[in-house]
């Protein structure tokens, strides 16, 4: 998919090494940017492939677990890293959020841009929810869709945040299985997610 959207190489990590083969798309050189939305295991080759003075920006951590980075590698090749928790604009920048939105949406109707329409649902169709329980005290609404968004993309429908529970609401039954595996006992503002599952009938507000 990503060759039919523009990519000009593309490299399946879980059969080859992505350093090795980065190393060959650009004679030794390395990447001067990468956009990692995987994180786990593939997070160190991705950091070993930047260039000189590259740079790695952390989006999400679908790949399941949160990667440390060694800070000498940071110091020997001269490379960056920074994060980009895009929720947080919309509190903290609402401009740059807004404006970046208007200009995603002249993109599409202009033609610049194409995006992956996996599946089309019908507003009636309710999908499926799953139980958070344990969310740390003050962690927005945004932070949940985005976590959930990152583990599993393109599924949620909504989030109803409580006090220190939530109803996260994905499309389909598949969709919810993959988070609860990808997703129970994760790291939330450092405090441990005690659960997340299927909702227990005493749990949902409305039963």
Known sequence: MAIQKG???SVNYSEASLKEEVKKLTANKGVDVVIDTVAGDIFKQALHSLAFEGRIVVV????GT???IPANILLLKNISALGIFWGRYRDEK????SSTISSALSYYQEGQIQPQIGKVFKLEEPGVEV????VPGGAPQVELRDLFEAAVPGVVVK????KQFAFIQLCDEVAAECAIQKLNGHLLHCHRVVVVEFPPPEAHPHR
Do not use: K, R
């Open 66 to 68: 949160i990667p440390s």
């Open 7 to 9: 990519a000009v190489e």
């Open 131 to 134: 139980f958070v329980d344990g």
């Open 60 to 63: 999400g951590f679908a790949g």
């Open 94 to 97: 609402f401009p740059v959020f």
């Open 159 to 162: 989030v109803a945040l409580m």
